[in-house]
């Protein structure tokens, strides 16, 4: 997976000290953010899934992480539809993709 947040730091004007801000925010929150998504999942919760599903792919979008906006995506999807078949498997993936994304923040702007 790679990542490119030159569309982002477009939108902010280049700059860097607002890119490390909303990078740091991301870093710190974005396990709220999972767990609810995955308490939504273990309780088969759809609902739960669905609020947390639509947020967090506003969070990826912002940060033009296509694959995980699909993710995100599909999972609300599924909630809205009540089709819990799968979605295990996603949350997984969309888990991993952000710990990834997480990892590459921190090696790369040492936050």
């Not at 982002?8 to 767990?35: M, Q, S």
């Amino acid at each position: 997976m790679k990542f490119d947040l030159s569309s982002l730091n477009e939108l902010l004007g280049n700059d860097e000290d607002a890119l490390k801000d909303i990078l740091r925010a991301f870093v710190t929150d974005y396990e709220k953010y999972v767990k609810d998504l995955e308490d939504g999942v273990i309780e088969r919760d759809f609902e739960k899934i669905k609020k947390n599903a639509h947020a967090m792919k506003s969070v990826v979008g912002n940060f033009n992480l296509k694959e995980l906006y699909d993710y995100a995506s599909d999972m609300e999807r599924r909630a809205k539809e009540n089709l819990y078949d799968g979605m295990n498997e996603l949350f997984e993936k969309f888990k991993d993709g952000l710990i990834k994304f997480r990892d590459w923040i921190e090696e790369t702007y040492q936050i």
